[in-house]
C-alpha cells in the first residue's frame, strides 16, 4: 500500500499520516490497526527527507533599526604597500559604521588597542553627532587584554 500512500503525500505534501491512516482504514477494512500510526509516521519522514518534494529554503535576514547598532573593527593597512616619501608606512585603519545607513567613519592608528579604539569611536561619534544605542567590535582581543602588561607581569614572577 505504500506506493498508494507515496502518490497521495507527493500530489498533497501537507497531508499528515492520521488523515492517510483514516483513508486506508476505510479503505481497507481491518487491515490497519490505529497502532501502525508509528510505522506510517517514520515512513513519511523518511520518505519527505529523501524523496519528498524540496523545500523552499529560506534565511531570515536581520532587520536593521535607524539610530540602534554602530559596528567597529581595525584594518591592516600594510599590504597595501603605501609608502610616504618613499618610505613604508605601516599602520592600521579603525572603522566604524551604522548598520542601518552604512554611514562610515575611518580614524588612522598605530595598534590595535583600547586607546584607538576609544579615540577612533569618539572621532567617529563626535562626527556622527549622535551615539547608537548599541556598539559591537570584532574580536579585539588587543583593546582590552594589554599584552606588555601581561609579559611584564610574567617577568617580576619569573625573578
Same mark, same amino acid.
Given at each position: ?35 501502525? #500510526? ?43 604597500? #603605501?609608502? #610616504? ?5 605601516p599602520h592600521l585603519l ?66
Amino acid at each position: 500500500m505504500w506506493e498508494e500512500v507515496r502518490e497521495q503525500v507527493a500530489t498533497n505534501g501537507g497531508l499528515e499520516a492520521k488523515t492517510l491512516l483514516e483513508a486506508l482504514q476505510r479503505k481497507y477494512p481491518g487491515e490497519f490497526a490505529d497502532g501502525r #500510526i508509528r510505522t506510517l509516521q517514520r515512513r513519511l519522514k523518511q520518505w519527505r527527507t529523501t524523496d519528498g518534494p524540496e523545500r523552499e529554503v529560506f534565511f531570515a535576514q536581520q532587520e536593521h533599526v535607524a539610530g540602534r547598532l554602530g559596528q567597529s573593527d581595525f584594518t591592516r593597512m600594510n599590504e597595501r604597500s #603605501i609608502t #610616504i616619501g618613499a618610505q613604508s608606512f605601516p599602520h592600521l585603519l579603525y572603522h566604524f559604521v551604522l548598520r542601518y545607513s552604512n554611514w562610515e567613519a575611518v580614524s588612522l592608528c598605530y595598534s590595535e588597542s583600547f586607546e584607538s579604539l576609544s579615540d577612533g569611536l569618539q572621532n567617529a561619534l563626535w562626527e556622527l553627532g549622535a551615539a547608537p544605542q548599541e556598539h559591537r567590535t570584532d574580536r579585539m582581543s588587543l583593546a582590552v587584554n594589554n599584552s606588555s602588561e601581561e609579559r611584564t607581569s610574567r617577568r617580576a614572577t619569573k625573578r
